[in-house]
């Protein structure tokens, strides 16, 4: 069974997702951070591709990505690190990227690549959802590697149904109309559209993105669903430590503790 | 109309598609807007209220039509007949405001109280920091902060007419930059915020939107040459090619006559094999930029080439969808120009015509060299834009 579906049915809540940018803030530090992520305790990562023009993204993962492409980090790079993981890491990888490195790297050689490291599922924000379902839906199916979409407070039900009923894994349940890296923290307005999105009895379990920062904001978030996902914070911490072990396990520690 | 009932080979069809070119590839947070413009925009562009105010404004404030002029000094010294479209005579110095107008006058009745834009040259720019004065509207302006420098007089324009300028200091600092800005912005703005793009780029119904808004350009130059010549179809039409949305009007209402030759000239920069290029049908592959699946100049694994022309309007990485399958199709030829040759061009225009022309639009005359037209045939150059922001480049030459 993939790694996602399975963590959901036996760990439905609190579950911390995070985000950090492959070969940063050193080209070698993709492993080391990955590993850190699984000892310090959570529950599935996202190992974020870089991309010369991120428009959905903030400052923060914007600088992590151009410096990680001047450390000379590449799809290609990527998957030679991901290379044996599957030897030490237990936990569901998943790649978050924009769809034009995959569309160079082909689209089927990309999936293939995937399922031979072990990574479980891809979120590609600029992916349509049409697209995917006419052309690409067949080769993910083919590796078992699971599309997961973005929802945000602007998409309409009919439009949440559709990427429901065409999803596995967890939809991404983007807190805010922003880019990532907003401070806004989870808001008295969000909360309407998580108890919207929660009445409707989707098939799939949701996480939340967006302004996670924290304990506080992890535990609101939890209130609302299966879990949540951190990206820009985290970024802060691997760029401001040195000693990446010790700052990774201290943050996640901190983001979980007493749960 | 209401729904796209295009025939045309060469138009965008239902699924927003140029051939292979086009579609939509945007993450989730833009698309209720953008899925808000493309059910309404044919809709609200046919609808009569539209038209008038849009036609009013076109005549009253931009200046149309804008005059074709047969350059009879520039037609002896390449010895064949060449009629310049004005575009530089419109209203703010550039072919920008035709679209600037359309896609306000849509904000509008969208129900949009701002506007966002990114711009380059600052053309664009200045264009819409002035239908957003007309309007009343706030209008925020993302400009790389190259840009910002080396346009500085369109810069103090749109402050004047009450724009705030945003530098765009990511990436390459240019054009592109400012696109993933205002994108940016607009995914922080969704509800209130229309974003009005200056070229024929970004997601579908974008592409075809702005070329619709600049097609008022060939529906003239027919009109006129008709008039002058007795039939409204020309041998050449020839334009430059940023994003592309000067050519895509220039183009637009003779995309089906065959026989009609289309002409795109794009920067080349230093050279295509300099490696300070932006020239995008020679150097790029399929691929992924703003919003719509193109011709992009990328590396091996899909990052996006910081381009080089000298004139900043059209130094951007990629071309609009429709121009990508222009190209496809060998439906227009692209021709790749230096920077020497259009600063060559832009200084025998302004000493035989008496016309300094906008540094972009340097790049379309500079085909006439190669073009070797007869003394018979009939040569459309689409003029887009002025020089006056250009002095500093040009002073150099001087
Ligand atoms: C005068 C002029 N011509 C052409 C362009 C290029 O844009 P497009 O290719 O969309 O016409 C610009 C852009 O700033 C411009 O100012």
């Given at each position: 069974m993939n790694r996602i579906v399975s963590l959901f049915q036996h760990h439905p809540s609190h579950n911390l997702n995070v985000y950090f940018t492959a070969g940063f803030p050193k080209l070698e530090d993709t492993r080391r951070i990955l590993k850190s992520l699984q000892d310090a305790g959570a529950d599935l990562v996202e190992i974020g591709m870089p991309y010369s023009d991120p428009v959905a993204d903030g400052e923060t993962i914007q600088i992590s990505n151009q410096q990680a492409l001047e450390n000379g980090m590449s799809v290609k790079k990527l998957f030679d690190q991901l290379r044996n993981m599957r030897d030490e890491i237990k936990l569901p990888v998943l790649l978050m990227g924009y769809i034009n490195p995959v569309l160079q790297f082909g689209v089927e050689n990309f999936c293939q690549q995937c399922a031979e490291v072990g990574v479980d599922g891809l979120i590609l924000p600029d992916m349509p959802v049409d697209e995917y379902l006419e052309t690409y839906k067949p080769i993910f199916d083919q590796y078992g590697i699971l599309n997961i979409f973005l929802i945000t407070p602007q998409t309409s039900d009919k439009r949440i149904r559709q990427i429901d009923e065409n999803s596995a894994g967890f939809i991404y349940m983007v807190s805010s109309a922003s880019v990532t890296g907003s401070q806004t923290g989870v808001t008295h307005d969000m909360e309407a559209y998580f108890a919207r999105v929660n009445a409707m009895n989707l098939r799939n379990p949701r996480l939340i993105g967006f302004g996670i920062k924290d304990h506080e904001t992890f535990v609101t978030a939890c209130q609302h669903a299966a879990g949540a996902i951190i990206g820009s914070a985290f970024i802060r911490v691997v760029q401001q430590n040195e000693n990446l072990e010790e700052a990774i396990t201290t943050y996640v520690s901190s983001v979980k503790q007493g749960l | 109309m209401t729904a796209l009932q295009n025939q045309s080979a060469y138009q965008v069809n239902?699924?927003?598609?140029y051939g292979q070119f086009g579609g939509a590839y945007i993450p989730e947070m833009l698309y209720p807007n953008v899925e808000e413009l493309r059910d309404n925009y044919l809709k609200i562009i046919a609808q009569s209220n539209f038209q008038e105010e849009f036609q009013g404004l076109l005549r009253?404030?931009?200046?149309?039509?804008?005059p074709l002029y047969l350059a009879q000094r520039l037609s002896e010294k390449y010895n064949t007949t060449i009629y310049l479209k004005r575009e530089d005579l419109c209203h703010t110095g550039a072919h920008k405001i035709n679209n600037t107008i359309g896609q306000i006058l849509l904000a509008k009745r969208l129900g949009k109280q701002k506007i966002v834009a990114e711009t380059g040259a600052g053309q664009h720019g200045v264009a819409t920091a002035t239908v957003c004065a007309l309007m009343g509207m706030e209008c925020i302006v993302y400009m790389g902060e190259i840009d910002i420098q080396r346009q500085a007089p369109n810069v103090a324009r749109m402050k004047m007419l009450g724009a705030e300028v945003r530098p765009a200091n990511s990436g390459s600092k240019t054009l592109k930059d400012a696109t993933n800005e205002a994108m940016r912005h607009w995914i922080n703005n969704p509800t209130d915020t229309h974003y009005i793009i200056g070229s024929v780029v970004g997601p579908h119904p974008y592409p075809d939107m702005v070329a619709r808004f600049q097609s008022v350009i060939s529906e003239e130059i027919k009109k006129q040459l008709l008039e002058k010549t007795g039939s409204e179809l020309p041998d050449y039409v020839i334009a430059c090619v940023g994003g592309g949305s000067n050519a895509a009007g220039a183009f637009y209402h003779f995309l089906d006559d065959e026989s009609v030759k289309l002409v795109a000239a794009e920067a080349g920069g230093h050279g295509i094999t300099s490696g300070l290029s932006a020239a995008t049908t020679f150097l790029g592959k399929i691929g992924v930029l703003h919003g719509s699946k193109s011709i992009l100049m990328q590396t091996e694994d899909g990052q996006v080439v910081e381009p080089h022309s000298i004139s900043a309007g059209l130094d951007y990485p990629g071309i609009g969808p429709m121009h990508a399958h222009l190209h496809d199709s060998h439906r227009a030829l692209f021709y790749a120009i230096t920077d020497d040759e259009s600063i060559a061009s832009a200084m025998e225009l302004s000493k035989l015509e008496g016309i300094i022309p906008a540094l972009e639009s340097a790049h379309a005359l500079a085909v006439l060299p190669y073009l070797k037209a007869t003394p018979n045939e009939t040569v459309v150059i689409n003029?887009?834009?002025?020089g006056d922001k250009d002095l500093a480049t040009y002073m150099k030459y001087l």
């Open positions: - | 239902e699924r927003g598609y009253d404030y931009v200046g149309r039509p804008t003029l887009s834009g002025r």
